[in-house]
């Protein structure tokens, strides 16, 4: 069965310092792996996925993120953070060997920068 | 707007209510998802719909009923909630659910709150 883990109820961060948002996940076969965010009173929106080649993945926002498979993580990054970045945030990962079947999301990491 | 348009945005229900939510999408999208959000809780998958047939459910209970009239609309219909069902229910939409690389396209949601 597919399973994502996101360990930090929330992540407290100052303006302009990194961040990394953590996950990890399981899956029988080889991994697709998806971050998405929730700003307040909106839906869910795509930030960036992995699907094969290079392990460092930049998405939407100057977000990226690194898939280490010996690790079987897929932790969300960005190099200096926005006050506009806090938001919920959501690893999401589907088995590419499982055809036909949904993504399965974790609990979400709730991001709060501070200026 | 994401192109995917959920209504009510908020719903207030008595237990012995019956009351529907909807779900629209106009990006020719194939398959489409309800998924439940509570706090702190991973995104729960409840229904899958491919071409407007029903491929999963989640053992969802039975005072949840969806809806899929067609590929452009979903429904869920509820009658004689619990408290405890009261969330953000999300609809997603995907191009297709075989296609394994594709993320989803997520509505605002509708917070439902159970009295």
């Known amino acids: 069965a597919q399973s994502v883990a996101q360990p930090e109820d929330q992540v407290n961060v100052a303006e302009g310092n990194p961040l990394t948002v953590k996950c990890t996940y399981s899956?029988?076969?080889?991994?697709?792996l998806f971050w998405y965010v929730q700003y307040p009173n909106r839906g869910l929106q795509f930030l960036l996925k992995?699907?094969?080649?290079?392990?460092l993945v930049k998405g939407s926002y100057g977000f990226e993120a690194e898939f280490n498979k010996s690790q079987t993580s897929f932790h969300l990054k960005k190099p200096s953070a926005l006050v506009s970045d806090s938001a919920l945030y959501f690893c999401a990962v589907r088995d590419y060997d499982q055809a036909g079947t949904a993504l399965i999301f974790g609990k979400g990491t709730t991001l709060s920068v501070s200026s | 707007e994401t192109g995917v348009t959920q209504t009510p945005r908020h719903l207030v229900m008595g237990m012995t209510n019956k009351k529907s939510l909807k779900c629209e999408q106009h990006l020719g999208h194939n398959a489409m998802y309800w998924y439940k959000q509570s706090a702190k809780k991973p995104l729960e998958l409840m229904f899958v719909?491919?071409?407007?047939?029903?491929?999963e459910n989640n053992s969802v209970p039975s005072r949840f009923s969806p809806e899929c009239p067609n590929s452009s609309h979903l429904f869920l219909h509820l009658h004689t909630l619990q408290p405890e069902d009261s969330a953000l229910y999300l609809c997603a939409s995907s191009q297709d659910l075989w296609d394994r690389m594709g993320g989803y396209t997520f509505g605002s949601g509708t917070r439902l709150t159970v009295v």
């Open positions: 719909y491919s071409l407007e047939e029903r491929v």
């Open positions: 899956v029988s076969g080889n991994p697709y």
């Open positions: 992995y699907i094969t080649g290079d392990n």
